[in-house]
């Protein structure tokens, strides 16, 4: 009986991830995906602001740069 029960939720798990070409599983559970996409964006957002702040220093750089007279790289 728990032998039955452990094929069942095998094959059930089987059915929710598919193996894709690369050796990634391809998920099926759509709470899953959700949570992938979520942290992809928190990531996204996190580097987006880490750009901006390292812009914003290079535009610095060279409004300084361009009135000291000097040359900056």
């Known amino acids: 009986m728990e032998e039955e029960k452990r094929q069942e939720e095998q094959e059930v798990k089987k059915d929710k991830k598919e193996k894709v070409k690369d ?30 702040g390292l812009l914003k220093q290079l535009f610095d750089l060279q409004r300084a740069a361009e009135k000291g007279g000097g040359q900056e790289e």
């Open 23 to 52: 050796g990634k599983e391809k998920v099926m559970d759509s709470a899953k995906l959700r949570q992938k996409i979520e942290k992809i964006d928190a990531k996204m957002d996190a580097l987006s602001a880490k750009k901006e």
